[in-house]
């Protein structure tokens, strides 16, 4: 099984819904961070949190909010899809006190139609 | 200015020869620097971490860092075919901030 775990793998939505991604890890980590990506733009930081109480947005956080509800669960909301939100979306683990690698999930394909 | 700059390519070097690969970021208070690999559809993967001025190796992968001129590299000897992928640079600041930040990636294609 995968250390970090993102479900669901692929998704179709349309615009207007809510829907929610989530991960969870085995790691251990404390760090947890939720990613997008479009072609040519690499990896763009969403949120990010340290610890449950510790959440931070990150440089495109506009219409997505997220929940930490325990150090191994982190869920990513878009509380009302649109199109522009069509993106491959990663989740990440990381331990300072370890090691400053940062660990990926498998990723989640969204569509929104 | 963004945080992390790369070329995005694409960067095409025949089989055996040296790719190299170039970063930019522009938080002087960045401590930790990393290449990721990227197939197309796939997880990034780690490829290499460098936190102090120099050079480390690993393999048949070097990484650079010049903390004065704000700018790392990777280079790749004797590229094979399954190196062609897009390399991702990333770098956290590390105490108290560790936003993760990621460039654009540069595509490196590996002509056989």
Known sequence: DADVTQTPRNRITKTGKRIMLECSQTKGHDRMYWYRQDPGLGLRLIYYSFDVKDINKGEISDGYSVSRQAQAKFSLSLESAIPNQTALYFCATRDDRVSTEAFFGQGTRLTVV | ?112
């Open chain 2, 1 to 112: 200015q963004k945080e992390v700059e790369q070329n995005s390519g694409p960067l095409s070097v025949p089989e055996g020869a040296i790719a190299s690969l170039n970063c930019t970021y522009s938080d002087r208070g960045s401590q930790s620097f990393f290449w990721y690999r990227q197939y197309s559809g796939k997880s990034p993967e780690l490829i290499m971490s460098i936190y102090s001025n120099g050079d480390k190796e690993d393999g048949r992968f070097t990484a650079q860092l010049n903390k004065a001129s704000q700018y790392v590299s990777l280079l790749i000897r004797d590229s094979q075919p399954s190196d062609s992928a897009t390399y991702l640079c990333a770098v956290i600041r590390n105490f108290g901030n560790e936003k993760l930040t990621f460039g654009t990636g540069t595509r490196l294609t590996i002509i056989p």
